[in-house]
């Protein structure tokens, strides 16, 4: 447990959900930037069969794991369920989503109010990522790999040996 600056004891969790499906430098981006906020930073890994991803769950996880693995307060979590009842069965009362765009935000703003609507003790964190990040998506990773194009800048060094 961390002390503040007034020696009073606080321990701030987060959740991180997604795909990742790959893990994305973006992705990195936003988890560093929350571990900058928060003691620890679950990232849940959403099994997500409606979203067909290219790598399985097990794979997902795997990249994650080595891209964190060097990174303190990070814990791993594969999930099937509502977000909101994951954090709520953890005892985590904030979600961080990520925002590379406007065109992001109308949908995480919905996201964040449904989760609100199912558990009101529930806040959304919504974190940018440095400009230069700004345009990765595991869907753009996804594409460039399909078509055999050069991905390895877009994605952690880690993953890529898991690859």
Do not use: W
Not at 86 to 114: C, H, K, P, W
Request: proline share 3%; hydrophobic share 45%.
């Amino acid at each position: 447990m961390k002390k503040n600056q007034n020696t009073v004891a606080s321990y701030k969790r987060a959740i991180y959900s997604g795909t990742f499906d790959p893990i994305t430098v973006g992705h990195m981006d936003i988890i560093k930037r929350a571990l900058n906020i928060f003691d620890e930073v679950v990232i849940a890994v959403a099994i997500s069969e409606s979203k067909k991803p290219m790598f399985d769950l097990d794979k997902r996880v795997e990249f994650v794991k080595a891209a964190t693995k060097d990174l303190e307060g990070v814990i791993i979590k594969p999930f099937d369920t509502l977000l909101v009842s994951l954090a709520t069965s953890l005892e985590i009362n904030t979600i961080i989503r990520g925002l590379r765009a406007v065109s992001d935000f109308e949908f995480e703003l919905q996201m964040g109010y449904a989760n609100s609507s199912i558990n009101s003790k529930i806040e959304t964190v919504y974190l940018m990522p440095t400009l230069e990040n700004a345009f990765v998506s595991s869907t753009i990773v996804r594409e460039i790999i399909k078509f055999e194009g050069k991905f390895e800048h877009l994605v952690p060094k880690e993953i890529i040996k898991c690859m």
